[in-house]
């Protein structure tokens, strides 16, 4: 069945650094879309990439979708501690979504 | 607009015994879903219904886990006989055709 892996899986940064998170799918997705939990928390949606080679921006976030739509990449530009969180990468085909287990975000002021 | 209504909150319960969750989607919203959170993890998909039609419940241990939404709207997932590795959180969401997933709050299910 379909799988997405998602990497890395903790990333610890000062406030002020980068930091991306990395999805990749076995099968070729027809969508991806991005989600962040802050602990304790339901996830909530980010954005939703459907184009190959797609790059979409919200404010410091920047989310890209591979070329052969089975890699997405979110990366934040200089972090804040309202970052924190868990982003989870959930992989569309056929109507069916499979989330991967998530990159957990610390940020220390 | 309200979002996804989910009850109970928390539930606490000791292996063997029975549970239900309720959940009330967004009004509109034909398709919903059941998801199961074990800490630390990704989402699971456990069901998910168009309308009152199942459309996947290929992750669903049906020798304990059941779920319906009658009438399309509001549905239930109930487990019987409850395991302790079934203690985790119980996430419903809903969608309209293929925007992206609203979820409810979530159940805290702790089996003792």
């Known amino acids: 069945g379909q799988q997405v892996m998602q990497i890395p899986q903790y990333q610890h940064v000062q406030e002020g650094e980068d930091f991306t998170t990395y999805c990749n799918s076995s099968?070729?997705?027809?969508?991806i879309q991005w989600y962040k939990q802050r602990p304790g928390g339901h996830p909530v949606f980010l954005i939703q990439?459907?184009?190959?080679?797609e790059v979409k921006k919200q404010k410091r976030l920047t989310f890209q979708f591979g070329e052969a739509k089975k890699n997405s990449s979110l990366h934040i530009t200089a972090t804040q501690t309202t970052d924190v969180g868990t982003y989870f990468c959930?992989?569309?085909?056929?109507?069916?979504?499979?989330f991967g287990k998530g990159t957990l975000l610390t940020v220390n002021p | 607009e309200a979002g996804v209504a989910q009850s109970p909150r928390y539930k606490i319960i000791e292996k063997r015994q029975s549970v239900a969750f309720w959940c009330n989607p967004i009004?509109?919203?034909?398709?919903l879903y059941w998801y199961q959170q074990i800490l630390g993890q990704g989402p699971k998909l456990l069901i998910q219904?168009?309308?009152?039609?199942?459309?996947?419940d290929s992750q669903l241990p049906k020798d304990r886990f059941s779920a319906e939404r009658l009438k399309g709207v509001d549905s239930t997932l109930k487990i019987q006989p409850a395991k302790l590795e079934d203690s985790a959180v119980y996430l419903c969401?809903?969608?309209?055709?293929?925007?992206?997933?609203?979820f409810g709050n979530g159940t805290r299910l702790t089996v003792t």
């Open positions: 959930s992989g569309g085909s056929n109507y069916k979504l499979t």
């Open positions: 990439l459907v184009k190959s080679g």
């Open positions: 969401a809903s969608s309209e055709g293929n925007s992206p997933l609203h």
């Open positions: 009004s509109g919203h034909a398709t």
């Open positions: 099968t070729t997705l027809s969508n």
């Open positions: 219904f168009q309308n009152n039609g199942v459309v996947d």
